[in-house]
Nanobody
C-alpha cells in the first residue's frame, strides 16, 4: 500500500510564502504524474499545478508566476513553493500522484490527506 504524506501548510500573512511537500511511502516502482489541487470552503476542488515525469509543468492561471512545482524523484516527493500569497489562496491543498507499484502493473491514483493553508489579509 502507498501513502502520501503532506506537510508545510499553515497560517501566513498576505504577501508571505509557504512551501508544501508531499512524499510517497510504501512499495512503488515509478511515479508518472504529480500534482497539487486545492479546495476552498464551498467550492469545488481545482487544479493548482502539475508536473509529469519528464514533461512540462502546468499551472492554473490564478497561481502562474507566484507558485512553483518541483519534484525529487529520488525521494518520491513533490513540492509546491507558494510566493506572494493572498487570501484567495486559502484552501486545503491536496497532492495527487499517478504511480506504478510494479514494473508491469497498472497505474493507480493516490491522494494526500490535505493540508490547510490560510492567508490572512
Amino acid at each position: 500500500q502507498v501513502q502520501l504524506v503532506e506537510s508545510g501548510g499553515g497560517l501566513v500573512q498576505a504577501g508571505g510564502s509557504l512551501r508544501l511537500s508531499c512524499a510517497a511511502s510504501g512499495s512503488l516502482f515509478s511515479i508518472n504524474f504529480m500534482g497539487w489541487y486545492r479546495q476552498a470552503p464551498g467550492k469545488q476542488r481545482e487544479l493548482v499545478a502539475t508536473i509529469p515525469s519528464g514533461g512540462r509543468t502546468n499551472y492554473a492561471d490564478s497561481v502562474m508566476v507566484r507558485f512553483t512545482i518541483s519534484r525529487d524523484n529520488a525521494k518520491n516527493t513533490v513540492y509546491l513553493q507558494m510566493n506572494s500569497l493572498n487570501p484567495e489562496d486559502t484552501a486545503v491543498y491536496y497532492c495527487n500522484f499517478t504511480l506504478h507499484q510494479k514494473v508491469d502493473g497498472p497505474a493507480f491514483n493516490y491522494w494526500g490527506q490535505g493540508t490547510q493553508v490560510t492567508v490572512s489579509s
